[in-house]
């Protein structure tokens, strides 16, 4: 008899959770209906902007439609209109027009058929290959993950860049600020390390801002030339988009970036460049009349920013230990690093990475500046070989730094500060790095090794690039079995240490005696 009640009580529940689900679900519906139902009038058409009267129920950032197929986002919740941000170009729009909830925020598509495409922030194709076949969507506003379900930063993001890699280690998850003046080749080592991803693993995401059409067009060229599009998603709002286009745009690729970051992928994102993404969002705010606040930027500037790089993370192995590394680029103006926008986004980051143009006019690039430039992570994300030179490559060259500002003033030197400058000298000339060649990890290591012991010393400056050619292609022929180990990231020995200390010496002393005879 017990068992009796027993199955009555259960089949009662179960009818009783059928009949609340479809009650839920015939609310869910008639509001949809209601919500798609109720429309409002365009009142007013500005430059990317538009105000709505009649909407009392739209909620905030949910999409508007209006004829001719024209999207907004409502930004804006006045007490007598809705301002919103258009979506594409207002030509046809006019006063009077109808204006049309739909019920849902903004999303953008995710999934594998994006890699190798090019696509606008609504998930439109630029490159001509037809539409996306993707069935998932994510919202282009998302909460950060918490705290709990975030790893420690441990694993390396190589950039192929010696001066990065040996002084400003760069991990997966980190958010490390790429910053300097114009042409100074903040793009180029965006570039490099999108191509040095090549066979590690790694989706990428450029996304451009407010960027000229034929730069975005040079860097997808080049991106093809070094079979780097087959790993890469390219989201592109140019400079000839409207600004609610450029507002969103890092928002979207950084939802596409997160559906594989939380597949478990590891996935690199490139914001090129968040000066225009401000620039965007300051004109957004002046049309909708919001209060400018420091340099007419509106206050909440910083919370747009550090919302978006929030995302950049890697999540813990139960959660498929993916990560997000956020690379923003930003400009300043007359190496101003203290102005606003630069401020804002250093105090986000984990640490920046700063272009001198003057290093840039001397030729010496990339131009990174060591002394201004950090990585806030530091050895942690470095691979263990790089501890054996790290320490003293950034002393010799700190060292180098200040007394060659002495030695401008053609005071006397003794021969140890002598010595000391005329090898800093070399290690600089090391730093130097061609576009589009970035280097694997056992040839740095066997560089800077050289550098630093002095190696190079009796080698002239102007013919160090050939020698330092010669001794990577002569350690891969002697010494493939050690370059594996260290690509493994195994840590190095103390006798692996001298056998690469043995070969570079030797190998470069037999260079210089050939060349003599």
């Known amino acids: 008899m017990a068992t009796n009640k027993l199955n009555e009580k259960t089949g009662l529940q179960n009818v009783l959770e059928e009949t609340f689900s479809s009650l839920e679900q015939l609310v869910d519906q008639q509001e949809f209906k209601f919500i798609t139902q109720e429309t409002g009038m365009v009142d007013f058409i500005g430059y990317g902007i538009a105000r709505v009267t009649g909407l009392p129920g739209v909620r905030s950032e949910e999409m508007i439609r209006f004829p001719h197929g024209l999207m907004g986002m409502a930004f804006n919740l006045d007490a007598d209109n809705v301002g919103v941000v258009l979506l594409g170009k207002s030509d046809q729009l006019k006063t009077g027009m109808e204006a049309r909830r739909t019920g849902r925020v903004l999303d953008v598509p995710v999934g594998e058929a994006l890699l190798g495409r090019v696509i606008d922030p609504t998930g439109q194709p630029l490159d001509g290959r037809g539409t996306v076949p ?32 040996a002084l400003i280690p760069i991990g997966r998850g980190q958010r490390e600020l790429i910053l300097g003046d114009r042409q ?90 968040l000066t225009r993404h401000s620039w965007a969002y300051r004109e957004l ?46 400009e300043t103006e007359a190496q101003n690093v203290s102005a606003y926008i630069p401020t804002n986004l250093i105090s986000i980051t984990d640490g920046q990475i700063y272009l001198s143009p003057e290093l840039f006019s001397k030729g010496i690039l990339p131009a990174v500046d060591v002394g201004k430039s950090v990585s806030r992570v530091g050895g942690k994300t470095q691979l263990p070989s790089y501890r054996s030179v790290a320490g003293d490559l950034r002393l010799y060259y700190s060292q180098f730094e200040e007394l060659e500002n002495f030695a401008r003033f053609g005071t006397r030197l003794d021969p140890d500060t002598q010595r000391t400058i005329e090898r800093g000298r070399r290690i600089r000339e090391v730093f130097k790095q061609y576009q589009f060649r970035p280097i694997p990890v056992a040839e740095q290591i066997v560089v800077l090794l050289a550098a630093t012991a002095g190696y190079f010393d009796q080698i002239k400056v102007e013919e160090l690039s050939k020698y330092e050619r010669k001794l990577r292609e002569g350690l891969l022929d002697q010494h493939g079995d050690l370059c594996q180990k260290i690509d493994k990231g195994e840590e190095l020995e103390k006798e692996d240490l001298r056998t690469l200390k043995r070969f570079a010496r030797k190998f470069l002393i037999d260079l210089v005696q050939d060349k003599e005879k």
């Open 285 to 330: 705010s002046l049309l909708l009349r919001r209060p400018p606040g420091r340099e007419a930027f509106p206050g909440d500037i910083f919370y747009l920013h550090s919302r978006l790089l929030e995302r950049a993370t890697r999540l813990r192995p139960e959660l498929g230990g993916g990560s997000l590394t956020a690379l923003p680029i930003v």
């Open 184 to 273: 100074t080749g903040k793009s180029a080592i965006a570039l490099d390390t999108i191509i040095n991803q090549k066979g590690q693993n790694v989706i990428c995401v450029y996304c451009a801002i407010g960027q000229q059409s034929s730069s975005v067009a040079s860097f997808i060229n080049d991106l093809k030339k070094y079979d780097a599009m087959e790993y890469s998603i390219v989201v592109v709002a140019t400079g000839e988009e409207t600004p609610g286009l450029k507002f969103i745009v890092p928002f979207a690729a950084t939802s596409i970036g997160e559906y594989f970051m939380e597949k478990g992928r590891d996935v690199l994102i490139i914001y090129d460049d």
């Open 134 to 165: 993707t069935t998932s969507t994510l919202p282009i506003e998302r909460e950060s993950h918490p705290i709990m379900d975030r790893a420690p930063v441990t694993v390396p993001l190589q950039t192929g860049i010696k001066s990065i890699d």
